[in-house]
């Protein structure tokens, strides 16, 4: 069994003395592991930095073996942000979150093709409110999509500003004055894409993803969101500050 394609490092642990285990999410083959041999390496562990978009090839004696890589660099996207911490977070945010929603050999192209789309923009001045749409994205692709078009309780379109956590669904701001307190922030910019996306909406928007991101994780994985996506959290707020 073989195969050749791009892939974008997503996840990378040491294995034996010298060797590691690289998960990639490929174009056609979706998230896939295999063996890198000498990945611990001086030479070759640049080439594994997450958020790296290689051409590799895979091969194994049977289809559902882990199997081994062969690398080459395409594009090294960390090296865009290094000296940006935030950014940094950010692209080490994406692959940690696509390690631990996606399934494992299922073919991905549009997860892909997203990832690809921000890490390309990263630098960008908008990169913020491109992650936490891709955090919407996600979740639709995992089948945990919101429904930001009318209000759950009146079918309205206007003064939406709440989601219903029980639902995914939009609530106005009349229907949803009595339980505020147990509705969860809808931030304009995720509906209307002429409005800018200030801190405080960002913060915003990455509650409203983060708390369906963590519930599907504890339905499908029995696990949490990952600690990239906390440190990035962490530096968004600092910022805000």
């Known amino acids: 069994m073989d195969w050749i394609d791009r892939g974008i490092v997503v996840n990378v642990h040491k294995h034996g003395e010298s060797s590691a285990i690289v998960t990639l999410l490929t174009e056609t083959h979706g998230r896939h592991a295999g063996l890198v041999r000498g990945g611990s390496g001086k030479r070759k562990s640049p080439l594994l930095q997450p958020g790296n978009l290689l051409q590799v090839t895979w091969r194994a004696r049977l289809e559902e073996q882990l199997g081994s890589y062969t690398c080459e660099m395409e594009r090294a996207y960390a090296s865009t942000v290094l000296d940006d911490p935030a950014r940094l977070a950010a692209l080490s945010s994406y692959c940690a979150l696509a390690n631990a929603t996606l399934p494992e050999r299922v073919d991905e192209p549009g997860m892909f093709a997203s990832l690809v789309d921000l890490l390309e923009g990263l630098p960008g001045q908008d990169w913020q409110a491109r992650y936490v749409k891709w955090e919407l994205y996600l979740l639709s692709e995992l089948g945990y999509g919101l429904d930001l078009s009318s209000c759950a309780a009146t079918e309205q379109t206007e003064d939406l500003i709440y989601v219903s956590s029980k639902s995914g669904r939009a609530v106005s701001e009349g229907a949803g004055a009595p339980y505020k307190s ?12 002429a409005i800018a996306a200030g801190p405080d ?9 983060g708390y369906f991101l963590s519930r599907y994780l504890e339905d499908h994985r029995g696990g949490n969101l990952p600690g990239a996506r906390d440190r990035l959290i962490d530096i968004l707020r600092k910022d805000a500050c």
């Open 201 to 209: 909406n960002i913060l915003e928007g990455l509650e409203l993803t």
């Open 182 to 193: 147990k509705l969860l922030p809808l931030p304009e910019f995720f509906i209307n894409g």
